[in-house]
């Protein structure tokens, strides 16, 4: 069995970005087709948060849509094609991405693609990291609200971001209240950044009612502590945590033992450009925005004509960035398609953009990543699980020869495991560079090749000619 | 890695040798195959000679160069699929014993008790117990770091612009990053020679050949011999094919870290590195008639490498052009296999000056010194 299928845009995941980035395009007459990895439309976004996120009304621009089933029936008005657990596992020739449907694989051709792929959570190891009993909060999320399944015992959050507080509100609505939230950053370093929040009222409002229900709910939430280590036989017990400066560093003289069974930790998200690199789009390092982002023009085009990217994987944002950003995508595609957009709407679209890109920024400035919490990842430590690589073991294939992390993957298999690399790969990167003192952009990135995730051998069998 | 190996022996006889590289260690041909050290794939002649020398030092080079290189002896067995590879295989088994290998014609039944997997259509086979494995990364990077600590010098990311020529003689090369001295350059550029050569004018009948592997996801319990067809070798003892792909059956375990890799292909294609989606999945499909049962497993990644295919074999020692030009190019998908003895063949002949030092003496030398003499002086 094999999928064929010609359209003029295909989206390529089916969050908020790619949903408003194809209803933008429908409406300017493109035939649009949303490929998504899962059965039910939406993304990580609309899949974890659609019930919780609790905007008191819909917000003042009409298509500022904050609830997915609202945007979604409106794409289905539109006439756009829906294709799920459709996997975008490659691209071979320009206009083509090659899919996989169950074990059904085929090629979809487009003369525009638009790549909204998100993001996943960045993690940063620390010692005991591996043991059962220690997950990210994207991992307890879907336990809790797809799965219905409470984590066991006394729960503690830690890491940074206003990611935590919509884990700490999914476990206090599954009465699985959290013991206490650690977030690494301090009111007092978020003072600097606060008249930017001026004008952006619906995020403010938003972020108070986060705040007060976790309050409400009598959990306390404690400022500039990290996790700096977990313990346990055979399974978490205890973690031990420590005050950190500005930069991350522990304070000595600050450890805090914490009984837990179950620590949530994460440290943010990363944007997920594999597609975009493996279509070859020029990326560069922006840590504010996640990461390696794809370079795009002020209508979301690539460096690669006629591919365009837009949402978390145009650099971490939040939804309403991936809304107003999506809509642009999907105007300037069509019009590059040679349908016609009217300037106004082109240019309300930017506008629109460049405020949401303002806030998420801002936001993105508060809950900074703090260069510190790295220092907590032991020579000992287990960086890649997978291949079971060391940070010892990396950072010695790093001082080796001209400090390349492709090279550091080649002597150590990090990055070689089921996971593709996508756990380890921002933390070898990170090691390497730190290692040799250089930046990011002089360690570059593991190469990206198909298939962006695993395939059967089976399934690409039945694409040879006989 | 050619290049890595040669400075190593070089400098282990006190010869002072820089490795200028273009790119890192290890990042071309050498980090991008599935380091078969193999006899029962060589035609009868030079390459098979330089395979069986090659082969004699591997054991002992992670004793050699203190760093471990993986050298696992899983055997290699090589399946007929028709008539034609039958037939090919029959008149290569009795000359590679006539040679001296270890290796057997099997029958269709034992084919599948050596590897279970095996469950489509073969008629026979020939198997060598004795064919090995490496890392081809870790021998890479082992002969590279043993070289540094041996007094030689590698320059990473450092391309060479010209070759310097005074009075018909060689002087050194410039490069991005300033000039090195040399009384001696060493061509060992892979799939890239022919570019190094013409800075001297020397035309190379070097062409890349693109190789793309599959690897599979991590699994318990996988036979260990290696396996591929015939129809590989038809087309590499043959001429070079005019354009397409060759794809044959290839098994690889690589029993350190579960891993299976299918392929590779071997195709004229340029420079371009990239995978294509009707090699993959050719590669894939010959991989699941032959063992059906690794249609279910999953592939997590590929890549593609460059050969550097010579039609007549590895082109070592003296090439033309000025004195003091030689070259270690053209191993074809044999250059893993063959760089310990390459690098050792082009340090004696630097060090005699490129005079009396032929190839076929050098290797009569050889096979009569004592094993364990692995990096000395054979003379």
């Known amino acids: 069995m094999t999928v064929e299928l010609d359209t003029d845009i295909a989206v390529v995941g089916a969050g908020p970005a790619g949903l408003a980035a194809a209803l933008a395009a429908a409406g300017a007459g493109a035939r649009v087709t949303v490929l998504d990895e899962y059965p039910e439309p939406g993304g990580q976004f609309y899949k974890q948060l659609s019930s919780e996120f609790s905007v008191p009304e819909r917000a003042r621009l ?181 005050e950190c400066d ?144 060391t940070a010892r073991q990396i950072r010695e294939a790093a001082t080796e020869w001209g400090a390349d992390v492709n090279f550091v993957k080649g002597v150590t298999r990090c990055g070689m495991g089921y996971c593709q690399g996508r756990v380890c790969g921002g933390m070898v990167e990170e090691l390497t560079a730190r290692t040799v003192g250089c930046s990011r952009e002089a360690v570059g990135a593991f190469r990206v090749r198909p298939p962006l995730k695993p395939v059967q051998v089976g399934s690409l069998a039945d694409l040879a000619r006989e | 890695m050619v290049g890595c190996a040669i400075a190593y022996y070089l400098a282990k006889r006190g010869i002072r040798v820089t ?46 160069l203190g760093s471990n290189v993986d050298y696992v002896v899983e055997g290699n067995l090589i399946v007929a699929e028709t008539e034609v590879e039958a037939a090919h295989l029959e008149a290569l088994v009795a000359d590679q014993q006539a040679a001296g290998v270890p290796v057997q014609p099997v029958s269709a039944a034992r084919c599948r008790e050596l590897n279970p997997l095996i469950e489509g259509r073969v008629l026979g086979g020939i198997h060598c117990p004795t064919d090995a494995q490496v890392d081809p990364f870790k021998v890479t990077r082992a002969y590279a770091n043993a070289a540094r600590n041996a007094g030689a010098e590698i320059l990473v990311r450092t391309g060479v612009e010209t070759i310097e020529v005074v009075g018909g003689r060689v002087r050194g090369v410039r490069t991005r990053r300033g000039a090195v001295r040399a009384q001696w350059v060493i061509n060992a550029a892979g799939a890239h020679a022919p570019e190094i050569g013409r800075m001297v004018g020397v035309t190379h009948e070097v062409l890349p050949r693109r190789g793309q592997i599959i690897v599979l996801e991590a699994t318990e319990g996988m036979p260990t011999i290696r396996v591929s067809g015939a129809g590989q070798l038809l087309a590499k003892h043959g001429a070079a094919a005019a354009g397409g792909a060759n794809v044959a059956p290839s098994y690889t375990s690589k029993p350190l870290n579960g891993t299976v890799l299918l392929g590779s292909s071997n195709e004229f294609a340029g420079y371009d590195t990239r995978n294509t989606l009707p090699v993959m999945a050719e590669i894939c499909r010959r991989a699941r008639n032959l063992m059906p049962r690794l249609g279910g497993l999953h592939a997590l990644r590929c890549w593609a490498g460059l050969r550097p295919y010579s039609a007549s074999g590895p082109l070592l020692g003296g090439a033309g052009g000025p004195d003091g030009y030689a070259t270690a190019i053209g191993h074809g ?15 004696e002949y630097v060090a005699r000056e490129g005079r009396n030092c032929s190839l076929p003496d050098f290797l009569g030398v050889l096979k009569t010194a004592s094993p364990g003499e692995s990096g000395g002086r054979p003379t």
Request: proline share 5%.
């Open chain 2, 19 to 64: 490795v200028i590289e273009r790119s890192i260690v290890g990042s071309g041909a050498s980090s991008a195959n599935s380091g078969a050290i193999a006899l029962a794939t060589k035609k009868p002649g030079i390459a098979l000679e330089l395979a069986m020398a090659s082969q004699r030092l591997y054991p002992g080079l992670t004793t050699e």
């Open chain 1, 246 to 389: 500005g930069e991350g560093r522990p304070i000595p003289g600050t450890e805090q033992i914490e009984r837990v069974d179950t620590l949530c930790i994460g440290y943010g998200f990363v944007p997920s450009v594999q597609l975009a690199r493996l279509l070859g789009c020029t990326h560069r390092y922006e840590l504010r925005r996640g990461g390696w982002v794809p370079e795009h023009n002020e209508e979301m085009e690539s460096s690669v004509p006629s591919v365009f990217v837009t949402g978390e994987v145009a650099g971490i944002g939040g939804a309403h960035v991936a809304l107003a950003e999506g809509r642009l995508a999907g105007l300037g595609a069509a019009r590059r398609l040679g349908l016609q957009v009217a300037d106004a709407a082109m240019a309300d679209a930017r506008q629109e953009r460049l405020t949401r890109r303002r806030f998420g920024d801002l936001v993105n400035d508060v809950f900074a990543l703090k260069p510190g919490v790295y220092d907590q990842i032991g020579d000992d430590t287990l960086v890649c699980r997978c291949e079971e690589v």
């Open chain 2, 333 to 347: 998908g044999d250059g893993m296999a063959l760089a310990p003895i390459t690098g050792l063949y082009l340090a």
């Open chain 1, 62 to 242: 009409d298509d500022d849509y904050t609830k997915g089933d609202e945007l979604l029936a409106a794409v289905r008005d539109a006439g756009v094609t829906l294709s799920p657990e459709t996997l975008v596992w490659g691209s071979f020739e320009p206009g083509t991405l090659s899919v996989m449907q169950g074990h059904a694989a085929g090629t979809v051709r487009a003369r525009s693609i638009i790549v909204a792929s998100g993001a996943y959570e960045r993690v940063v190891a620390f010692p005991g990291w591996d043991l059962p009993g220690v997950m990210t909060p994207g991992g307890v999320q879907t336990l809790v609200k797809n799965q219905q399944v409470a984590p066991r015992g006394r729960i503690v959050l830690g890491g940074s971001g206003p990611f935590l507080l919509a884990v700490a509100k999914s476990l206090i609505a599954a009465g699985a209240k959290p013991a206490v939230i650690y977030e690494a950053t301090r009111p007092l370093e978020w003072l600097r950044h606060a008249p930017r929040l001026w004008g952006h009222w619906d995020r403010i409002s938003e972020a108070l009612h986060y705040r007060r229900l976790i309050a409400a709910a009598g959990v306390p939430v404690r400022f500039g502590r990290i996790v700096v280590r977990a313990e346990g036989d055979a399974r978490l017990e205890r973690v031990v945590l420590m």
